[in-house]
């Protein structure tokens, strides 16, 4: 069996995994069992399963989602509440995310559209992609720190290689002029190179209405809603009480 040394070892050169396997194969009575080539194939197979459930956990902390446990599987049109199932069902398998498409989840407050963007979220870390969740506000506070501070680049260049880039409460405020030439500058090196999803209560429509200046909204407006998935929720009621019953 595999002496104290060699499972430090694999510890020392973070093969944890195939330690652990180790260790629990010596307290089993089937070791006997296994030939050679069978049990190093375990081994690799347990530290390959402990790496990606890290890879995942440590995706999940890192998106920093608002509903970390919001679940494709809870999604469901009920009385009173209008969701394209079909969609959001498209969208949790990924192809978007391998086209760079986005997404545009527009409703009234308590509609769901946190919800529905944190499922999605969750399912792009399942498939192994960075996920950063920010509201508008945080996005620009981000931004603008980041400038004062002479960091605006390497901002930058972190936002831009998210792979899924979850912006919520989307024109929920008046802009600023600043903050509408950060928007175009993110939005512009985001365009076709990754995706992001955007929760907002207003329709694209009056997303131009909200940014003095013209021309940099027309730009924006553009690159987002045609590469864009869209769809409307609706709801009588808040959707958060619904989803306080079942948590």
């Known amino acids: 069996m595999i002496d104290v040394e060699t499972l430090t070892r694999l510890k020392t050169m973070r093969l944890s995994g195939m330690a652990e396997y180790f260790e629990r194969l010596a307290d089993t009575t089937s070791v006997g069992?296994?030939?050679?080539?069978?049990?190093?194939?375990?081994?690799?197979?347990?530290?390959?399963?402990?790496?990606?459930?890290?890879?995942?956990?440590?995706?999940?902390?890192?998106?920093?989602?608002?509903?970390?446990?919001?679940?494709i599987g809870d999604i469901k049109a009920m009385p009173g509440r209008n969701v394209d199932t079909e969609l959001i069902a498209r969208l949790a398998v990924g192809s978007y995310l391998v086209k760079r498409q986005d997404v545009v989840?527009?409703?009234?407050?308590?509609?769901?559209?946190?919800?529905?963007?944190?499922?999605?979220?969750?399912?792009?870390?399942?498939?192994?992609?960075?996920?950063?969740?920010?509201?508008?506000?945080?996005?620009?506070?981000?931004?603008?720190?980041?400038?004062?501070?002479?960091?605006?680049?390497?901002?930058?260049?972190?936002?831009?290689?998210?792979?899924?880039?979850?912006?919520d409460d989307w024109f929920l405020t008046t802009p600023t002029t600043q903050q509408v030439q950060q928007l175009h500058t993110l939005i512009d090196r985001r365009h076709k190179t990754a995706s992001t999803i955007y929760c907002t209560q207003l329709p694209p429509g009056q997303w131009h209405d909200r940014m003095d200046e013209k021309i940099l909204a027309d730009a924006i407006v553009d690159r987002i809603t045609t590469n864009a998935h869209a769809t409307v929720l609706e709801c009588d009621d808040s959707m958060r009480k619904h989803f306080n019953q079942i948590n």
Not at 47 to 65: I, M, N, P, V
């Open 105 to 167: 989840l527009q409703g009234p407050t308590g509609a769901g559209k946190t919800y529905v963007a944190c499922a999605l979220g969750n399912k792009a870390c399942q498939q192994y992609r960075k996920v950063l969740y920010l509201s508008a506000d945080e996005l620009f506070d981000r931004i603008t720190i980041a400038e004062r501070t002479d960091q605006k680049k390497r901002c930058l260049d972190t936002l831009v290689k998210v792979d899924l880039l979850i912006i």
């Open 33 to 71: 069992a296994l030939t050679g080539p069978e049990m190093v194939k375990q081994a690799v197979d347990w530290e390959y399963e402990r790496r990606r459930d890290s890879k995942l956990h440590r995706l999940r902390r890192q998106a920093g989602l608002a509903q970390p446990d919001a679940d």
